[in-house]
């Protein structure tokens, strides 16, 4: 039983005697048994964070043969460079002139080219291509997969950077 004393003693320095102090006597047991009580609640009825996962769709090994032709012009390719900077194009490396953005103007640039190439493809929404390089955080890799979520590009996908394209970001000094 846990128990608090706080008696006093019986003789001060002067040598005279006073009156003892009652002996107080504290019970703690309930304290304690309300602290345990409420411990094992707050154990008990506590939920950790949740791991939040993001869904990717990847291709059926078995069926390699076939492959989908999709149309260059519906495909945006985004290059993750070094300093927060990324190079986005719309069809093939070489054909198209490349543009250099922050992360703050990614949201604007997918929600206008998604536009263009729906109205000129027949409401057929845009792949995005993200190849990060070397020199990217993957701070930037998950905000651009953020900006896909919130502009609602479902098509995507995460890809190893070519050679070509990092001869794109470092003529643009990028990598």
């Given at each position: 039983?846990?128990?608090l004393?706080?008696s006093g003693?019986?003789?001060h320095k002067g040598?005279k005697?006073?009156?003892?102090?009652?002996?107080?006597r504290?019970?703690?047991?309930?304290m304690?048994d309300?602290?345990?009580?409420l411990?094992t609640f707050?154990?008990l009825t506590t939920?950790?964070?949740k791991p939040?996962?993001?869904e990717?769709?990847?291709p059926?090994?078995s069926?390699?043969?076939?492959?989908?032709?999709?149309?260059?012009?519906r495909?945006?390719?985004?290059l993750l460079?070094?300093n927060?900077?990324?190079?986005?194009f719309?069809?093939?490396?070489g054909?198209?002139?490349?543009?250099v953005?922050g992360?703050?103007?990614?949201r604007k640039t997918?929600?206008?080219?998604d536009k263009?190439?729906?109205?000129s493809?027949?409401g057929?929404g845009?792949?995005v291509i993200?190849?990060?390089?070397d020199?990217?955080?993957?701070?930037n890799v998950?905000?651009?997969?953020?900006?896909?979520?919130?502009?609602?590009?479902?098509?995507?996908?995460?890809?190893?950077i070519l050679?070509?394209?990092i001869?794109?970001?470092?003529?643009?000094?990028?990598?």
């Open positions: 039983m846990a128990e004393d706080t003693g019986g003789k040598g005697v006073r009156t003892k102090k009652k002996n107080t504290v019970d703690l047991t309930a304690v309300l602290a345990f009580l411990i707050f154990i939920t950790l964070s939040k996962a993001m990717l769709v990847m059926d090994k069926d390699t043969t076939k492959q989908l032709a999709v149309p260059e012009s495909t945006m390719t985004l460079g070094s927060d900077k990324l190079e986005w719309v069809g093939e490396p054909k198209s002139v490349p543009s953005i992360y703050s103007d990614l997918l929600v206008e080219q263009l190439i729906k109205d493809h027949g057929q845009m792949i993200v190849s990060p390089s020199k990217s955080t993957y701070k998950v905000t651009v997969m953020d900006e896909l979520n919130i502009t609602n590009i479902d098509q995507r996908a995460i890809v190893k050679p070509v394209d001869d794109l970001l470092k003529r643009d000094k990028l990598y």
